[in-house]
T-cell receptor, first 112, second 114 residues
């Protein structure tokens, strides 16, 4: 059962464009993390959000946790080729220790 | 610090062979875990450990064993390899077994079972 649905699955854009990636669930999560993974490497954490409605910014990346804590979005402003990679969202639940449920990911390609 | 290290980087096995994937971390993290990543499936949790001597099953544990005799090491054993275990395996660790903790991932082991 895939509890976290990410969309779109693939995204190819030109440098300078804006984009939004979505992570949706019918279940409530206590936390939502976003990771970026480059080919041949392990995922690297970008951000953790824990409060419904929370917005966090990391340079050109803006992350939002839905009010009901069932969904999240990642918005990239003026995308650059260095933003290319696989973006994964991962949900955590209180009491599940460190165990995370991952979405299938959005593969982003930013062309110069 | 080396962070999370995994060996080998690549491995090819024949059906029925056994092997151990090594994972070590030098950050004194209590929580360690193993995930497998398959195309179109995302990362799925195999086994995890919240401290030395404590292990538990994740979402897809069948065909795998783990042990945690020290804080640093968390090996994953394939008992009798099957083609369905062809995948990329990632080890991860975090300071605490908390749902908000940062997970640090190793570089992965790409396993092919023929």
């Amino acid at each position: 059962t895939q509890l976290l649905e990410q969309s779109p699955q693939f995204l190819s854009i030109q440098e300078g464009e804006n984009l939004t990636v979505y992570c949706n669930s019918s279940s409530v999560f206590s936390s939502l993390q976003w990771y970026r993974q480059e080919p041949g490497e392990g995922p690297v954490l970008l951000v953790t959000v824990v409060t419904g409605g929370e917005v966090k910014k990391l340079k050109r990346l803006t992350f939002q946790f839905g009010d009901a804590r069932k969904d999240s979005s990642l918005h990239i402003t003026a995308a650059q080729p260095g933003d290319t990679g696989l973006y994964l969202c991962a949900g955590g639940r209180r009491g599940s220790q460190g165990n995370l449920i991952f979405g299938k990911g959005t593969k982003l390609s930013v062309k110069p | 610090n080396a962070g999370v290290t995994q060996t080998p980087k690549f491995q090819v096995l024949k059906t029925g062979q056994s092997m151990t994937l090594q994972c070590a971390q030098d950050m004194n993290h209590e929580y360690m875990s193993w995930y497998r990543q398959d195309p179109g499936m995302g990362l799925r949790l195999i086994h995890y450990s919240v401290g030395a001597g404590i292990t538990d099953q994740g979402e897809v544990p069948n065909g795998y064993n783990v042990s945690r005799s020290t804080t640093e090491d968390f090996p994953l054993r394939l008992l009798s390899a099957a083609p369905s275990q062809t995948s990329v395996y990632f080890c991860a660790s975090s300071y605490l077994a908390a749902f908000t903790d940062t997970q640090y991932f190793g570089p992965g082991t790409r396993l092919t079972v023929l």
